[in-house]
């Protein structure tokens, strides 16, 4: 299967390097043409960092007291904190960057973190948002538990715009994506009950998770 990878280059910055597979592979909510492999942001410390630096360039102007990392991508928030008290609004902040639990695709946020969420503005960093179900469920959360999101990142994204409408937030919430839809030609999404590769036979290549993929 890794034979069919396509590697993608972010243009901004050569050490932010994405893989694409394509096939027929299920997530947590749809049945997607193409397996994300973001192995080397979420692990190697310059891609991290240069993904952050990204991520960083759409927020300087942002405030931000807490970053809450999903999908593995804490290192990558700890270098976007960094890269944020470094210049713009958030210069000298010190932002925390915590990562909550998800229980039944809802955040779950335990005593000890809730006062980093609290009363406080809080960036959303997520690896993928292919369907902006988990990104939108992450930021309602994030309101019921008393925080404001100024803003979402997320490496790679699928096509629902620039921004999402929550309940209980007087303004909608920026959203910025390294990576999208239209940077792999015939990506596709599908519910699970309207998959036209299941309707067509075509086996399952992998699960996919944040953690990666296992074949099928």
Known sequence: METRAMELTSGRHRAVVIRAIEGHFVTQHSHVSHCIDMTKIKSQTESAKAAARLFAADFYNTPVDTIITLERTK???????DELSRAGINLQ?????????????????????????????????????????????????????GGTPTGAATVFGGDFGTEVKIKGAEMPVPVVRLF?????????????????????GVKVDAVVNSYGYSKI
């Open 180 to 200: 999208g839809t239209e940077d792999i030609a015939g990506y596709s999404s599908y519910h699970p009950n309207a998959c036209p590769l299941c309707r067509a």
């Open 93 to 145: 902040q010190d932002i925390a960057v915590i990562t909550p639990e998800i229980t039944g695709e809802k955040l779950f946020l335990r005593d000890n973190l809730l006062p980093y969420v609290k009363n406080r503005r809080v960036l959303l960093l997520t690896a993928t948002a292919t369907t902006g179900m988990t990104l939108l469920s992450a930021l309602e959360g994030i309101v019921y538990y």
């Open 75 to 81: 290192m990558v928030g700890a270098f976007l904190a």
